[in-house]
Structures are given as C-alpha cells and as structure tokens.
C-alpha cells in the first residue's frame, strides 16, 4: 500500500475526528443499503488499514464524470472518500504534470503492486493502433494495459468507459471501446450513468475498499445495490402510467399535472440506475421530477438507441389503451428480466470468487 501509516492515524493528523469519520460511514451503509450497525464495524474496518491506492485514468472523456464526483452535493462522501483512498494520480486533480507525474504513477504501481485500485473514465479509442488518444508518447490503449496488469480491480465510471459512451456512438471514428472489451483478464466493474450519481460512484468506492471484494453485480457489471431496479421500478409517475394518463407533449395539461412521460420518449422502463431514489444534488431532483424523460444513460448503446423523444413502443401501441395494455406487459417482462439478470450475476459472481 501506499502509506505506511492507517486511515485512522491520516484522518487524525488531517483533523478528522472520529465522529465526522462515523458520520461518513453511517452515510455510505445508508447509500449500500446495510444495517445501521453495520456503519461502526465499517469504520473499525477501514480505520485500521492502510489507505487504498487508486490510479485514476481519462481517456477520451468530457470529465462530466470527475465533475460528479468531485462536485458532489455532501461534502462528507465527496472529501472523505479522498480521505479515505490514496489518490495517486489523477491528470485532472494532481499537482504535478508532464513527467513527474507519470513518475508518480510509476512508484505508485510499484509500491502497490496487485493491490492498487484502477478507476477509468471515457472509452478507449483502438481505431488506427489507438492513435485518437496519446500521453506522454504513449496511446490510451498501451497505458491501459500497463496500469491494469499489476491491478487488483478496475472500475469503469461513467457511460463512456462503461459501454464506449459518445464516441461509440455511430459511426464511431475512433474505434471508441468500453474497458470491460479490453480488459478481460481482471475483475471490471462498471459504474455508468452520463455522468454516475456521486453517491453511486463514491459508494461502489467505498464497498471495495472497505470489505475488499466485489459488489454484487449484474449482468453488465453493474453493482445491484444500484442498479438492480429500473427508474421505472421506483418512478414516482409510476401510478400515472398504470393509470394510463401520458403527457403528450411538453407543455400540455398532463405534462403540467405530472403524468408519465412514456410517450415523451421516457426509457426509464428499461434503464437500470438509482435516479428515482438517490436522485441528485443532495436527493433534490432527478431528470422525470424535472419534467424530462430518462435517456437511459446507465444502459449500453443510449445515444443510438431509437431517439431520445420516441417512445420505446414506437410502431407496437400507438393508443394510451395500448399503452397501458403494455405497462401491465411491462411489469412482467420487467421482472423476469430482473431475475434473469440477477441468477446470471449469481453465476459471474460465483465464477469471479472461485
Ligand atoms: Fe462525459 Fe458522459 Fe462520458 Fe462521463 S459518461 S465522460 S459525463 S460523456
Ligand atoms: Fe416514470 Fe418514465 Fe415510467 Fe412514466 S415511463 S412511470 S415517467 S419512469
Ligand atoms: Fe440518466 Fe435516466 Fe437517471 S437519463 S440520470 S438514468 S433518470
């Protein structure tokens, strides 16, 4: 590990007391949705290790990503979990630059080999021999070989190097990949959303560090915790859509009464993400709560993907009958693909652990 000494004695010369540390990890079993007393043995746990060592990498990115996390609404998950990891590189965040920094990155991978944490934002360009994205002489493709060989685990954040993102979107100039595709040989998990939610990032974060193993997860990598139900699961519209009552368009008298915005071109029925419930900003909003339709930002392929404002069931139901006649479909065809989801996690789990 990177230092020597443990997160307890760091955040106490850094001024944490022990009270703000039990604060964060009553807040992070909260977001994991463990017992409340298991926020006390959290915090026996991650006190007396070393801090974790996490190599952040951006490859072809827009840093929405980074700027979640770091510019998340509390304060007490955004700055401990800096606390509580060793970042020890991050272009965007470190004060050093050119190659210093890669020097830093070098002894980091040495010091910690096999146990470092590698955190990757944007897709990996691999069209022309990777040439899209260079640094320091070498392509994104070669530096993400070089970190993840000595690597315990990656984590994808964001859309981007979860499922390629944007610059995967057709016609793909770049031969954008997501890091699961080039990474196979070491544990991946993906964190996506355009950008995550804070609390969904620092909380997969911190699971890792703290209990040392995986989440479990589904069968795209995604922590369950999370993204084990649809937006649509836990919308708040919900009872406008089995009602059958849609908005038709943005300004009309349903948008204004808050009714579904299905026919507005809504994915939440098939988008897999925390939004409903974490929300943003602190549990303020979310986009339905602000009167637009989920994108399906956590889900692989969402910029291709039929249209942002079409219907999912575009050319099958056009009547709000219809509609509604497939809302009760949908619970069905909603569950079972749950359960098919979560008996292929239980399977990949297993494999992973053996
Ligand atoms: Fe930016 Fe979205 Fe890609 Fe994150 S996932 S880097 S926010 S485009
Ligand atoms: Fe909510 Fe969208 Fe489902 Fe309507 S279709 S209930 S707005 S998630
Ligand atoms: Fe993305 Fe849909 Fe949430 S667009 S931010 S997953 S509501």
Redesign the pocket.
């Known amino acids: 590990m990177n230092n020597e000494k443990t997160l307890g004695e760091h955040l106490s010369e850094y001024g944490v007391s022990r009270r703000t540390f039990l604060k964060f990890c009553a807040a992070m079993s909260s977001v994991l949705a463990l017992p409340p007393t298991r926020a006390a043995e959290m915090a026996d746990m991650l006190s007396t290790k070393p801090r974790q060592s996490v190599i952040y990498l951006s490859f072809q990115e827009c840093t929405g990503c980074l700027e979640s996390l770091t510019r998340s609404f509390s304060p007490t998950i955004q700055s401990l979990l800096f606390d509580v990891i060793s970042l020890d590189y991050n272009d965007t965040l470190m004060a050093a630059a050119g190659e210093q920094a890669e020097q830093a990155r070098e002894q980091a991978m040495e010091k910690n080999k096999g146990k470092y944490l590698v955190v990757v934002d944007g897709s990996i360009p691999t069209g022309d021999g990777g040439v899209y994205h260079t640094a320091a002489g070498h392509t994104a493709l070669d530096t993400l070989h070089r970190v993840a060989k000595d690597a315990a685990a990656l984590v994808a954040v964001g859309n981007c190097a979860s499922f390629s993102g944007i610059a995967g979107a057709k016609p793909n100039p770049t031969g954008a990949k997501a890091l699961m595709d080039i990474i196979t040989d070491k544990p991946v998990i993906n964190v996506p959303g355009c950008p995550p939610i804070p609390e969904v990032m620092a909380g997969t974060l911190a699971y890792v560090v703290t209990f040392g193993k995986l989440p479990e997860l589904d069968n795209l990598k995604r922590p369950l915790t999370f993204f084990g139900n649809t937006?649509?699961d836990r919308?708040y519209?919900?009872p406008f859509?089995d009602q059958g009552k849609f908005a038709k368009t943005f300004d009309d008298e349903g948008a204004r009464a808050g009714w579904?915005?299905?026919e507005l071109g809504?994915k939440?029925?098939t988008t897999y993400n925390s939004c409903a419930t974490t929300k943003w900003n602190g549990g303020v909003s979310f986009p339905?709560q602000s009167g637009h339709?989920?994108l399906g930002c956590s889900e692989p392929n969402f910029w291709d993907a039929g249209g942002f404002y079409n219907p999912l069931s575009t050319g099958h139901w056009g009547t709000a009958e219809g509609i509604a006649l497939a809302a009760a479909g949908g619970v069905a065809v909603g569950a079972a693909a749950a359960a098919l989801a979560r008996a292929r996690q239980k399977k990949f789990t297993e494999e992973e652990n053996k």
């Open positions: 937006i649509h919308c519209r919900r859509y579904c915005l299905y809504c939440g029925p339905i339709g989920c």
